[in-house]
């Protein structure tokens, strides 16, 4: 596995030296402590239609939309069906809903097109091995396909307001936008 990353490595678009070797050291750290967890508990990934369900693509119509999407994985437990995304940032302990969002519509998505009901939806963050679960509700669903509605919405109509934060350093926008945070 460290002999792929290290052929496959590209070590453009870094801001400095130091920035990648910090995200070379920790890729190599990260395929190593995943490879170790997937070997001492190896995932009994589901099987659709004789495939293995990784990288399950996904065309969702939502109202009068189609939405397109891709889900990392999904596994069979004891319990049913689990829907696992994998992260690279920090782990969290709790999620907002904002934070659910893309894990909700692989919920939907499974429901609607694969006919799964899953058991559990987890974000597993690479970085530090932890998972975080969860499974929506039907408000939560409801919720999220409205606001997908209203999104793409704004955008047909090109409703593009300001949304400052950490982001503005890359934006670029930034020097021209009345609204970046500048640090």
């Not at 002999?3 to 030296?17: A, F, L, P, T, V």
């Not at 994998?86 to 709790?94: A, E, H, I, V």
């Not at 609607?112 to 499974?135: A, M, V």
Request: glycine letters at 6%.
């Amino acid at each position: 596995m460290v002999k792929i990353y290290e052929k496959n490595w590209i070590d453009e678009w870094y801001e400095s030296k130091k920035q990648k070797e910090d995200y070379y050291k920790l890729g190599k750290k990260i395929i190593k402590n995943f490879y170790e967890d997937f070997s001492k508990n190896p995932p009994d990934i589901l099987k659709i239609e004789n495939s293995l369900a990784l990288e399950m693509p996904f065309n969702l119509k939502i109202g009068d939309y189609a939405l397109f999407g891709v889900i990392d994985r999904i596994d069979q437990t004891k319990n049913g069906p689990v829907i696992i995304d994998y992260k690279t940032g920090q782990s969290k302990d709790r999620l907002d809903f904002e934070n659910k969002e893309q894990l909700l519509i692989y919920q939907i998505a499974s429901q609607e097109i694969f006919k799964i009901k899953p058991k559990e939806l987890t974000y597993y963050y690479l970085e530090d091995g932890k998972k975080t679960s969860f499974l929506g509700d039907e408000k939560d669903i409801q919720e999220q396909k409205k606001k997908i509605v209203e999104e793409i919405e704004q955008i047909k109509n090109s409703q593009f307001g300001a949304t400052p934060g950490w982001h503005c350093g890359f934006c670029d926008f930034k020097d021209i936008c009345d609204f970046a945070q500048r640090n």
